[in-house]
């Protein structure tokens, strides 16, 4: 079984500052890591995804991402926030062919 | 291209009454997916359709739901005989396999009175 845990229902950050969302998974199988991001009213974008490959994941917008097996984290980084970076963060972990297990969430704020 | 498109927007409806949320993933995408979005929580897994195989189900709450989907094309999600608890956003994901990354459709915001 798989799933997916993120730490903070809410981070709020000064513009320029570091941005650290924090994400770990459980998964019987070697996982599949998603980031999306979900703007207001709008659909879940792709932020960056893992796939065994490279354990440091570049993602849009100048975020990415690292895969720690030996901590099951995948956390998602950014090194200056911007305004239009506040959004809603969802982790999402599957196994190869499954759908997608989505943790709960994280709003992101960004005061000036 | 086109995105995935879902229809309505938003639904009102009355408690008991039967809904119908259409998706259209991107043409060519063969695996198709119906994700619940209650306020404040993360999504919740529904149904998964992958070509011609038999859907997995494993995610719809209870008998009331049932989605159908017309070969690699249009999928319909029916909630028969709504209830204030299923008020949600209603979403659906497509992807050309199931290893790829999922493309999410804007949403279907669904409240029961």
């Known amino acids: 079984a798989q799933s997916v845990t993120q730490l903070g229902s809410h981070v709020s950050v000064s513009e320029g500052a570091l941005v650290l969302l924090r994400c770990n998974y459980s998964?019987?199988?070697?996982?599949?890591l998603f980031w999306y991001v979900q703007y207001p009213n709008q659909g879940l974008q792709l932020l960056l995804k893992?796939?065994?490959?490279?354990?440091l994941v570049k993602g849009i917008n100048g975020f990415e991402a690292e895969f720690k097996k030996s901590e099951t984290s995948f956390h998602l980084t950014k090194p200056s926030a911007h305004m239009s970076d506040a959004a809603e963060y969802f982790c999402a972990v599957s196994g190869a062919g499954t759908a997608l297990i989505f943790g709960k969430g994280t709003t992101l704020s960004v005061s000036s | 291209g086109a995105g995935v498109s879902q229809s309505p927007s938003n639904k009102v409806t009355e408690k008991g009454k039967d809904v119908e949320l259409r998706c259209d993933p991107i043409s060519g995408h063969t695996a198709l997916y119906w994700y619940r979005q209650r306020l404040g929580q993360g999504l919740e897994f529904l149904i998964y359709f992958q070509g011609n195989s038999a859907p997995d189900k494993s995610g719809l709450p209870s008998d009331r739901f049932s989605a159908e989907r017309t070969g690699e094309s249009v999928s319909t999600l029916t909630i028969q005989r709504t209830q204030q608890e299923d008020s949600a956003v209603y979403l659906c994901?497509?992807?050309?396999?199931?290893?790829?990354?999922?493309?999410f459709g804007p949403g279907t915001r669904l409240t029961v009175l």
């Open positions: 998964s019987s199988v070697p996982p599949y």
């Open positions: 994901a497509s992807s050309p396999d199931p290893d790829r990354e999922q493309f």
């Open positions: 893992y796939t065994s490959a490279a354990t």
